[in-house]
C-alpha cells in the first residue's frame, strides 16, 4: 500500500506531493491528465510581432482548427483561454455536470489543472488575512518560502511590501513596458499623495523566472504567455510534477477519472474509473490528499460520504475589468520587447473599514486585435484602424474584491439518474453588491489619477474569477464538513484537502499561491504523521 | 451556375467582398478557403431572412458593406453580417499577409489625433448612411 494517494495534478495537488516525497513518503497521484498534443508544437519560439509577420501557420494556433478561438457575443470568462490553452476546460462539463443559474463556473481536467493556464499572480496572505483559517503567517511563511523557491518568482521589495511578505529566493522583477512605465513613474510623481489617500501601487510579483532555474527560465519577453510556455518560465505546476516524475517514490496514474473515496479501518480506498476505457480500478493508500479543484472536491466528498442535498458554502472573488487610455502614451511610442502578463498591481485601502481591493494592470495585443472589434459600436473596418492606434495606449486594469460566506453562496450534491450533479447558487447580498460597485469607483478614481482615462467597466459575471473557495473551511473547530488545522476533513480519519475548499473566506488577493503554500504544509505534516 | 443558388461560391464571393472592405484589398485564395471552411462550421444554422437579406444585399454591391456593417454595430451587434465580418476579421488577422493590417501602430501625438479624429468622423459618416439602408433591406426580406 502506498503512504499517500494524491487526486489532481493542479497547484495543490503537485506541491503537497512534492513535500511528501522529499520527506521520503510514497506518493501515488490519479489525475484525469488533459492536455494539448496539437497546438503548442506549432508554436515557434519568436516574437509575438515577428511570429505573426511570418509563420504561415499561425491561424491553427490563433484561431484553432475548428475555429474555437473566434468568440462571439459579450466577453466571457475564460476569455484568455486561447486554443492551446483550451484542453483546461476539456470534459469537466460532462465528467462533474454542474447546475449553476447566474455562476460561471469552470473546472479542469487537465495535467496542471486550473493552474496550467494561471496568469501567475504570487500574493501571499499576511497574517491578518490568514487569522480565521487558524493558522498564522508564522506557520505558513516556511512554506510560502518553499514554494517560491520550487516555482520560482520574481518581483521587487516595493510600496507593496506591507501587503505581500516577501521571501529570499526571490529573483528581480520583470522589466516593465512602456505603457507600465509611464504608470509607474506618474505613481512615483504622487506617491506621497496617493498613498495618504490609500493607494499603493509596486511591480507584479509574478511566478516568472527572470533567470535560470531548476532547468526553466529565464523569460525572453515573447509576448507569448496567453499562448505557449516557452521555456518553460511561466510556472505551470506540471513542471513540479515533471521532476516528480523522476523520483522512484512518486507513481502516476493517469487517464483515470476519480468517482469516490471510503476509510478503511488502514487507510483509504479510492475507486476509478480509466477515462477512456471505462474499466474501474481501485487504489488505496494510508492516506489521501484531494486536490481536485473547489468544485471538484466538493462532488467527490459530497458523494464519497453520501451527503445529498446537504449545503456547503462557496465563495469566489468578484471580478471585473475596466480598458483605460493612458494619456501619458499619446505622446510616446511602446517597444515590441514585452512580456503579457500583468506590469503592474495596485492595493486600495477602503476608508472606515478593513477592506481592500486589489487590481493588476495590464498591456493589451497579443490576444489579438479582433477580439476588441466585436466590442465596439463601430464598423470593423473603423475598429481595425482605430484599435491599431489606440491598443499601445490601453491599460487594463482588472479587479478582484474579497468574498465572504453568506446565505446565497453555496453548493450541494443533487442526486441523478446518471451521475449525480453539483447544484451552485450564488447570490450575494445587496450590500455587498453595492460595496463592491462603491469600491470599484474608488480605484477606477486612482487609476484617473494616474492619467488612465477609463473607457467602459466590464462584469464577465458571478464565478469570473475562477477563485473558487470555502466549501470545507479550515477552522480551531467546526462541523464534519470542515478541516481541521492541519487540512484534515473533520468527516474522516484520514482525508485531507490541498486546494481552494479550506479557505473559509477570500481577500482580494488571488488564491493560487496560497493554496500551493497550505499543501505544501499538509504534504509536510502528513509526511511526519506517516513517519 | 447562378451564385443565387451556388452556397460555396456565395461564401467565396463573401469572402473576397469582406476581406476587401476590412483591409482595402483582396484576400488570397487561402484566406478564401479558410472562410468557406469557418463559414460551414460557425454558421451551419439558418439564420432569419431578415439577416440573410443584409448579408446577400452586401455580398452582391459591395459598397454597401461598410454602411450596413456601421449601421449593424449600433442596432444589431449580435447580427449574422457582423458575425461573418468578425470571422473575416480573425482569418484576416491570423496570416501573415495582413498582420501589419492588424498589429499596433505607434503614432503619437498630433498625428494620432488626427487619425483618431477622422477615423471618428468616418465611422458616423457611415452609420448615418446605413442605418436607414439596413432597416430598407432587412424589411424587404419580411
Given amino acids: 500500500m502506498t503512504d499517500v494517494v494524491v487526486v489532481g495534478s493542479g497547484p495543490g495537488g503537485v506541491n503537497a506531493s512534492a513535500a511528501l516525497v522529499a520527506a521520503g513518503r510514497r506518493v501515488l497521484m490519479l489525475d484525469y491528465g488533459n492536455v494539448d498534443p496539437v497546438y503548442a508544437p506549432l508554436i515557434p519560439h519568436r516574437p509575438f510581432s515577428e511570429l505573426r509577420r511570418g509563420d504561415t501557420a499561425q491561424h491553427r494556433y490563433l484561431l484553432g482548427d475548428h475555429f474555437e478561438g473566434i468568440p462571439f457575443g459579450p466577453v466571457r ?43 501567475a499572480g504570487v500574493f501571499p496572505f499576511t497574517d491578518d488575512e490568514l487569522r480565521d483559517t487558524s493558522i498564522g503567517l508564522a506557520e505558513l511563511k516556511r512554506h510560502y518560502d518553499a514554494v517560491v523557491e520550487r516555482i520560482g518568482v520574481c518581483g521587487e521589495r516595493d510600496d507593496l511590501e506591507p501587503f505581500f511578505p516577501s521571501s529570499p529566493s526571490m529573483m528581480p522583477a520583470l522589466d516593465l513596458d512602456t505603457n507600465a512605465e509611464t504608470v509607474y513613474a506618474r505613481y512615483q510623481r504622487k506617491r506621497a499623495a496617493l498613498n495618504a489617500d490609500g493607494f499603493f501601487l509596486g511591480r507584479a510579483r509574478l511566478a516568472v523566472c527572470t533567470r535560470q532555474h531548476r532547468g526553466r527560465g529565464p523569460e525572453a519577453y515573447l509576448d507569448l504567455s496567453y499562448w505557449a510556455d516557452m521555456d518553460r518560465s511561466v510556472y505551470r505546476p506540471q513542471w513540479t510534477l515533471d521532476e516528480l516524475l523522476r523520483d522512484p517514490g512518486f507513481t502516476y496514474v493517469n487517464r483515470c477519472f476519480v468517482q469516490r473515496f471510503e476509510e478503511t479501518a488502514d487507510g ?112 470593423y473596418r473603423e475598429s481595425r484602424a482605430l484599435l491599431r492606434l489606440m491598443m499601445p495606449k490601453f491599460a487594463i486594469l482588472g479587479m478582484h474584491h474579497e468574498d465572504r460566506p453568506g446565505p446565497g453562496k453555496y453548493c450541494l450534491l443533487r ?98 499561491f496560497n493554496i500551493m503554500a497550505n499543501a505544501d504544509r499538509v504534504g509536510t505534516l502528513l509526511a511526519a504523521r506517516l513517519a | 451556375m447562378n451564385a443565387a443558388v451556388d452556397p460555396e461560391r456565395d461564401l467565396e464571393d463573401e469572402a473576397r467582398v469582406f476581406g476587401r472592405y476590412l483591409v482595402g484589398r483582396p484576400p488570397s ?50 447580427s449574422l453580417l457582423r458575425g461573418k465580418l468578425l470571422v473575416m476579421g480573425a482569418i484576416l488577422e491570423a496570416s501573415p499577409e495582413c498582420a501589419e493590417d492588424f498589429l499596433p501602430r505607434n503614432a503619437a501625438g498630433v498625428a494620432f489625433l488626427v487619425s483618431v479624429a477622422l477615423l471618428g468622423t468616418l465611422a458616423v459618416l457611415r452609420a448615418v448612411i446605413g442605418i436607414p439602408l439596413h432597416a430598407a433591406v432587412a424589411r424587404s426580406a419580411a
Fill in chain 1, 77 to 119: 470568462v475564460g476569455a484568455q483561454l486561447t486554443p492551446p490553452r483550451m484542453h483546461i476546460l476539456r470534459d469537466a462539463p460532462e465528467r462533474i455536470p454542474v447546475d449553476a443559474d447566474g455562476f460561471q463556473v469552470s473546472m479542469s481536467l487537465a495535467r496542471g489543472g486550473l493552474g496550467a493556464g494561471w496568469s
Fill in chain 1, 415 to 512: 442526486r441523478d439518474a446518471a451521475t449525480d450533479r453539483l447544484e451552485v447558487s450564488y447570490k450575494p447580498t445587496d450590500e455587498e453588491t453595492a460595496a463592491h460597485l462603491a469600491d470599484e469607483r474608488r480605484v477606477v478614481g486612482f487609476v484617473r489619477r494616474l492619467g488612465c482615462v477609463p473607457l467602459k467597466t466590464i462584469r464577465p459575471g458571478h464565478g469570473a474569477s475562477l477563485h473558487y473557495a470555502g466549501t470545507f473551511p479550515m477552522a480551531a473547530a467546526g462541523g464534519e464538513l470542515t478541516c481541521d488545522r492541519d487540512s484534515r476533513l473533520r468527516a474522516t480519519r484520514a482525508v485531507y484537502l490541498a486546494d481552494g475548499s479550506v479557505f473559509p473566506w477570500l481577500s482580494p488577493k488571488g488564491l493560487t
Fill in chain 1, 268 to 379: 483509504v480506498r479510492v475507486h476509478v474509473v480509466h477515462a477512456d476505457s471505462g474499466t474501474a480500478e481501485i487504489h488505496e493508500g494510508r492516506a489521501l490528499v484531494l486536490a481536485a479543484g473547489t468544485l471538484g472536491t466538493a462532488w467527490l466528498v459530497l458523494r464519497s460520504l453520501g451527503l445529498h442535498d446537504a449545503r456547503v458554502p462557496l465563495l469566489c472573488n468578484p471580478y471585473s475589468y475596466v480598458p483605460t487610455l493612458n494619456t501619458a502614451m499619446l505622446f510616446r511610442a511602446a517597444t515590441d520587447r514585452r512580456c503579457s502578463l500583468a506590469q503592474l498591481t495596485a492595493i486600495v485601502r477602503i476608508p472606515d473599514t478593513s477592506r481592500i481591493v486589489q487590481a493588476q494592470i495590464f498591456s493589451y495585443r497579443s490576444l489579438l486585435t479582433f477580439k476588441l472589434m466585436k466590442e465596439l459600436p463601430l464598423g
Fill in chain 2, 29 to 78: 485564395a487561402a484566406i478564401v478557403a479558410r472562410y468557406v471552411a469557418a463559414s460551414r462550421t460557425l454558421f451551419a444554422e439558418v439564420s432569419p431572412p431578415g439577416e440573410r437579406a443584409v448579408v446577400t444585399f452586401a455580398r452582391r454591391r459591395p459598397w454597401s458593406v461598410g454602411m450596413l456593417d456601421a449601421a449593424a454595430g449600433l442596432v444589431r451587434p449580435g
